[in-house]
């Protein structure tokens, strides 16, 4: 078991394989669902993303752009407070960041980027880097927020 070392203590489940296993679903729903593909082809958008082609590069910013507008869409929900308009039963807010959450395992899938190690091993550095120490975010130009 490879848990998350937080200040909480380690996380008890693991983490690496929970994220490589939502990246894999979210991926493999998108595909599909054609997302990856035009004209006929299941998979011609995201082989020229893993051909990293200058056209690849170009579709994997307009997914990176994606996630943003998801994020743009939780931040309009929290400043006006409203239900989500296809999932009423939730907070736009949460179900804005569930998207961004969706595009972005997509997104790691797609470009096979080993999102679930490094999602261990940048939270294992978040803990110990000392930038982030309540000290150092005190101190003149240190990270106030
Ligand atoms: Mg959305």
Redesign the pocket.
């Known amino acids: 078991m490879s848990g998350i070392a937080t200040s909480a203590g380690p996380v008890a489940f693991n983490a690496a394989l929970a994220v490589t296993d939502l990246k894999n679903l979210c991926h493999q729903t998108s595909y599909d669902a054609g997302w990856w593909g035009i004209g006929g082809s299941k998979d011609n958008l995201r082989a020229e993303v893993r051909a990293e082609t200058r056209f690849g590069k170009a579709l994997a910013a307009e997914k990176i752009a994606l996630i943003h ?2 994020v743009s ?1 939780a931040l309009e929900g929290l400043r006006k407070g409203k239900a989500d308009e296809h999932l009423p039963e939730f907070p736009s807010e949460a ?2 960041l569930a ?1 961004a959450l969706i595009r972005i395992f997509d997104y790691a899938g797609a470009r096979r980027l080993p999102l679930g190690d490094a999602f261990v091993a940048k939270m294992a550095y978040n803990t110990v880097r000392p930038d982030h120490k309540p000290e150092a975010r005190a101190a003149v130009g240190g990270k106030a927020f």
């Open positions: 507008s998801e869409e179900v804005e998207d």
